[in-house]
């Protein structure tokens, strides 16, 4: 591994960046975790780039001091508006997951791609731009889908509802046959069946938290050693008891113990 970074600092808008600290704990060897959530302030989705840049500010300050060697931006929107300042301020290399999500949509092959995530960062245009650079002959069809977050937070992950508000939302993606469809929100893993099933066979479904984690294992270095978990620590701007609860099912374990913090804003 590489010996600068063992603590990891990762963070989200509330509970939905926990898909992505489940991928790194599968894939990236490093000694320590921490999370923080931003609960007292989700979502992060339906606000401002200001205030989106503002509150992201606050929480990677608020990770360096507590000494990470490496951010990871887990939440799509923070990401799409953030990491330009993130990486200004903070002097700890800055992983976001629209970078990494749109470089492996690119690795698909595909040409058509389609691209979910909340109205905000569906609005930054971010998920558009990096696989543009990427490839600039790749088509891009976008769309937010902002009911998909509350549904999932209710847990109706296999519900009728759900399948039926996925319909609406992707028919425009169906009908342009995008061949490679990129879940640009934290959220949207857990509803990847209904997705998948509703875009049909023979799209590919990139998952943005899984390819984030994939990155920041190559970032690290070295392999995930079975015996060792890492040490995580859960922080919240707001501990309610549906955290334990919705965030165990996101992470797909228990989460022990959250501490509550006051960002001093
Ligand atoms: N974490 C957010 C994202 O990935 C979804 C929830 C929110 O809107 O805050 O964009």
Redo the contacts with the bound molecule.
């Keep these: 591994m590489n010996g600068h970074i063992s603590r990891i600092g990762v963070f989200?808008?509330?509970i939905?960046?926990l898909t992505v600290l489940k991928c790194l704990l599968d894939l990236v060897p490093a000694r320590e975790m921490i999370y923080l959530g931003d609960t007292a302030r989700?979502?992060?989705?339906?606000?401002s780039p200001r205030t989106i840049v503002r509150y992201s500010l606050q929480c990677g300050r608020f990770l360096a001091e507590k000494g990470v060697d490496m951010l990871v931006v887990?939440?799509?929107?923070?990401?799409?508006h953030a990491v330009p300042a993130l990486r200004e301020e903070l002097h700890i290399p800055v992983v976001g997951?629209v970078e990494a999500g749109s470089r492996a949509a690119v690795e698909t092959g595909g040409r058509k791609i389609g691209v979910i995530?909340?109205s905000?960062?569906i609005q930054s245009r971010a998920y558009e731009l990096t696989i543009q650079g990427l490839m600039p002959d790749a088509r891009i069809f976008t769309k937010a889908c902002?009911l998909f977050?509350p549904l999932v937070e209710e847990g109706w992950c296999e519900d009728e509802i759900t399948a039926m508000v996925a319909r609406r939302y992707l028919a425009g993606l169906v009908q342009e046959h995008v061949d490679t469809l990129l879940l640009?929100?934290?959220?949207y893993p857990l509803i990847k069946g209904v997705i998948a099933s509703v875009m049909g066979e023979g799209v590919t479904i990139v998952d943005s938290a899984y390819s984030t984690a994939r990155e920041v294992r190559d970032l690290v270095g070295g392999e995930v050693d079975g015996g060792t978990a890492p040490h995580v620590e859960f922080y919240l701007t707001d501990t309610s008891p549906a955290f334990v609860e919705i965030g165990g099912r996101f992470l797909g374990g228990d989460i022990v113990s959250v501490i509550d913090v006051d960002l001093h804003v």
């Design positions: 989200d808008s509330g939905g960046g989700l979502p992060y989705g339906t606000k887990a939440c799509n929107t923070a990401s799409a997951v995530g909340t905000s960062t902002p977050v640009g929100c934290t959220h």
